[in-house]
């Protein structure tokens, strides 16, 4: 049963279950609502990087942050499709545009844009951006282009917000996720763990994602990214346990929705990835990079999905389903 009336202290209690018990709690619903042992592989490109405007304290494209990153203009068209179809052969089916915006303005980069949407489309993987706040039309423009999904994070708990990004409200995000899933677009929306928020703070960001109308249709649960030159560079790391607390509870509450075990998978070995797995992940990025920083090889990947057994995802494999 999908529900989206749980309380904190409901969410409290899963979340604090003995991890052996949880991981099994939440291995058991991932098996009755999704298909165990496929694994959604999803590419991100960073078509527009660096120089933006938002102080994200956690972000390599923050110009607010003193990284070594160099910035880079929007991409050219034939590069971004020669990135998807090099994506598309290496196995992904999803591949997700990244621009370093605050938010879209109307102007010949979001044509551009629009353009890469139809083209990336056209390649039949599920296209996905993410550029930062939103109006209703510009929503509506993406979908009309081809856009499959939008990415837009809520990161942490609405108490917690302030303290990582002061540029933008929680409010602001709210509001930018409401209009894309009022554009018809399936809603990709996670947070970050690491940013030296409590247990609470997390537990507060999956009460606020649970309990949406609906669920999101993918929730991306990453870890800190340590960036030199960012305020967070020196936070402690957090363990897998935690990362699979996360992944779990999120598995319990939001049973239908893709898991995505995204940033900070290229620290985990083998065995603790297959531990994310069995907690309910089905969802990964693939490709040497994320947007900015590095992510685990290809070949080690694959040589990973060949020793679990699992097996990449088809694209638009839930719409197929259910006009069946
Ligand atoms: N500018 C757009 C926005 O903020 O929505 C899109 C790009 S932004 C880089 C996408 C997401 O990546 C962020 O919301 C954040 O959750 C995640 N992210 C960025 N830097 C990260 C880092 N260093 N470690 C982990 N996750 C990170
Ligand atoms: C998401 O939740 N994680 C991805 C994707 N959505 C856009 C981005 C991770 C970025 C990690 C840091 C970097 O590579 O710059
Ligand atoms: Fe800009 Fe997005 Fe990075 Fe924030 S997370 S600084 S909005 S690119």
């Known amino acids: ?124 993987l599920e296209v996905c951006c993410t550029l930062g706040m939103l109006t209703e039309e510009q929503a509506h423009r993406l979908k009309e282009a081809g856009l499959y999904a939008y990415n837009h994070n809520l990161d942490t708990s609405e108490e917690y917000y302030d303290k990582v990004i002061t540029t933008r409200t929680y409010q602001d995000r709210l509001e930018t996720l409401d209009k894309v899933e009022e554009a018809g677009l399936s809603v990709c929306c996670g947070g970050i763990i690491g940013l030296g928020e409590t247990d609470e703070d997390r537990i507060k960001l999956l009460h606020t994602l649970s309990t949406r109308e609906n669920h999101p249709g993918s929730v991306p649960v990453n870890v800190l ?8 560079e020196h936070n402690k790391r957090v363990s897998v346990w935690e990362l699979l607390r996360m992944i779990a509870t999120a598995r319990i509450l939001m049973p239908k929705s893709m898991v995505r075990l995204s940033a900070g998978r290229n620290e985990l070995s083998y065995e603790q990835q297959a531990l994310c797995f069995m907690a309910g992940a089905n969802s990964i990025f693939a490709g040497e990079k994320l947007l900015t920083t590095p992510n685990n090889e290809l070949a080690s990947d694959k040589e990973m999905f060949e020793i679990l057994g699992l097996k990449p995802r088809e694209s638009f494999k839930v719409e197929a389903e259910e006009v069946q």
């Open 225 to 232: 990214v340590p960036v030199k030159g960012t305020p967070l």
């Open 1 to 124: 049963m999908i529900r989206n009336d749980y309380t904190i202290e409901e969410i409290r209690e899963i979340y604090n279950t003995p991890i052996m018990e949880l991981v099994f709690r939440a291995s058991q619903v991932h098996h009755k609502y999704q298909a165990t042992g496929e694994v959604q592989v999803c590419t991100l490109l960073s078509v527009k990087t660096g120089g933006c405007s938002e102080d994200c304290s956690y972000c390599s494209q923050s110009s607010r942050n003193h990284t070594d990153l160099t910035p880079q203009r929007l991409m050219k068209y034939d590069d971004v499709i020669d990135s998807a179809l090099e994506a598309k052969n290496a196995g992904s089916t999803r591949f997700c545009m990244g621009a370093a915006w605050r938010n879209v303005r109307d102007n010949s980069d979001f044509d551009k844009v629009l353009e890469m949407v139809s083209g990336v489309n056209a390649l039949g």
